[in-house]
């Protein structure tokens, strides 16, 4: 007589599921296993390169490009990208997007100098944000980069700059205004309601030391209305035909930034993200018909500036992780503790990521909580989905994490994990190594009175 192992033993249960709009039963929450990544098998990927870890798309991420570039290329007649690297700022991953055309868009020195060792040439940088120093803004002036002008103490430094080196420096103001969406972003630039910016303009004009070249908005972050981006074009477009005929003076592009959203779901959201964010083709139909409707009318069309980042991105990576424990909280909810947590997934803050078990499962299913592995409180990646029963060293896959968790992650109780960059012919390589101990030591020093003790 053979010995066979015993089955777990797996309760009845009936459960209504709902596969269209959702009802009081809700939406079917359970997937189908992700087994592989772009070609590769997670299980395979785990062994060779540890967990957690961070797999990128090249494919992916080449694909989503080209198509943000036809919506807006088909529908007005000069488009340039420049890719946020505050959004993935590792290097293979802004070097995709170079070698697809796009320009770099940087908000920091750090940023700005790890583009020029991208070898992006100085005339292809955006220099936004409110925090340049007297040394960026030197660089930049000298490199010809384009300097969007955040508040009047950048103005005056900036002029004061431009006199002692005598370069006329090629500027843009940023400008925030009301588009219905709120709240209103008016911390960042120049107010187009109150007067500032207009003021701002004259200020660059009447000064002759700059060349004014551009005007620049960032409305907000993952906006759900294209219409608030009309607005916001057909507003820069007024301004820069108002200078046109005050002054005679052409603005050369206006650059509506970023703020996309991507297909991820919003904590809070009724639907998925799938199914409410708008697609690049209905943002570049609201803004190129706003610019084109407009009463601007210089004798070239101004050139289109996006600043797409997170709708670039979000969806071409994925971080693979392994089941740590399953316990049962007080009120007798599962949960689930994988070795992943929020201080490499920080956007696991304000979004509902999609995890998928890496492995067959049973049909079985539970309410569960996911966390990660820190002696932290605040480490919840989910704080409540549907789940599969799950057991200790399981493989899950978390969805669509491209955006900020490659630059906004922190060396927290854990050390940051490796990355990894699955090419378009499936290759695998290392972008981005995992820490060690020895990399944060190295950034130390223990006084000599504090080397012995007993």
């Not at 087994?35 to 540890?50: F, P, R, T």
């Not at 070097?95 to 060792?117: C, P, T």
């Not at 996309?260 to 199914?275: E, H, I, R, V, W």
């Not at 994988?338 to 304000?350: E, K």
Request: proline letters at 4%.
């Amino acid at each position: 007589m053979t010995m066979t192992s015993k089955k777990t033993y797996e309760r009845p249960v009936i459960k209504k599921l709902e596969n269209n709009m959702p009802n009081k039963f809700g939406t079917r929450t359970i997937f189908e296993p992700i087994s592989h990544l772009e070609g590769q098998a997670v299980n395979d990927l785990i062994a060779k390169y540890g967990s957690p870890l961070f797999v990128i798309s090249e494919r992916k991420i080449r694909k989503n490009f080209r198509k943000a570039r036809q919506a807006f290329e088909t529908r007005y007649p000069r488009v340039q990208f420049a890719w946020s690297y505050k959004t993935n700022y590792l290097d293979a991953v802004c070097n995709i997007y170079h070698q697809e055309g796009s320009w770099a868009e940087v908000v920091s020195g750090f940023e700005y100098d790890k583009a020029i060792r991208n070898g992006v040439q100085g005339n292809k940088i955006i220099f936004n944000g409110p925090d340049k120093s007297e040394t960026d803004l030197r660089k930049a002036i000298t490199n010809h980069s384009l300097i969007h002008i955040d508040h009047l103490d950048e103005l005056y430094m900036l002029q004061d700059i431009a006199r002692n080196l005598n370069i006329r420096p090629k500027v843009a103001i940023r400008v925030n205004m009301d588009t219905g969406v709120y709240p209103t972003w008016d911390r960042f630039g120049f107010n187009y309601e109150n007067g500032q910016a207009w003021d701002a303009l004259n200020k660059i004009l009447f000064s002759g030391m700059m060349d004014l070249v551009g005007l620049h908005t960032h409305i907000g972050t993952f906006m759900l209305s294209p219409s608030a981006y009309a607005v916001a074009a057909s507003k820069l477009a007024h301004l820069a035909q108002s200078v046109l005929t005050k002054y005679n003076h052409e603005i050369k592009y206006i650059d509506m930034g970023g703020g996309f959203a991507s297909q991820n779901t919003l904590k809070g959201s009724y639907l998925p993200g799938s199914d409410i964010s708008p697609s690049f083709d209905d943002f570049a139909e609201a803004i190129t018909t706003a610019l084109m409707n407009s009463d601007y009318r210089p004798k070239n069309p101004p050139l289109l500036i996006l600043e797409t980042g997170r709708a670039l991105i979000d969806d071409a990576a994925w971080l693979v992780s392994t089941v740590l424990a399953n316990k049962r909280l007080s009120d007798g909810r599962r949960s689930t503790i994988l070795n992943a947590g929020v201080n490499i997934l920080f956007t696991a803050f304000w979004y509902d990521h999609k995890i998928t078990p890496a492995q067959p499962f049973t049909s079985y299913t539970e309410d569960t909580a996911i966390y990660g592995p820190l002696c932290m409180n605040i480490d919840v990646l989910r704080e409540s989905v549907t789940m599969p029963l799950l057991n200790k060293d399981d493989h899950m896959v978390i969805h669509h994490v491209g955006a900020y968790n490659m630059t906004q992650w922190m060396q927290f109780i854990t050390l940051r994990p490796k990355v990894v960059l699955i090419d378009e012919q499936n290759k695998v390589h290392v972008i981005r190594n995992n820490e060690s101990i020895d990399n944060i030591r190295s950034l130390e020093h223990v006084p000599d009175h504090l080397l012995n003790f007993e």
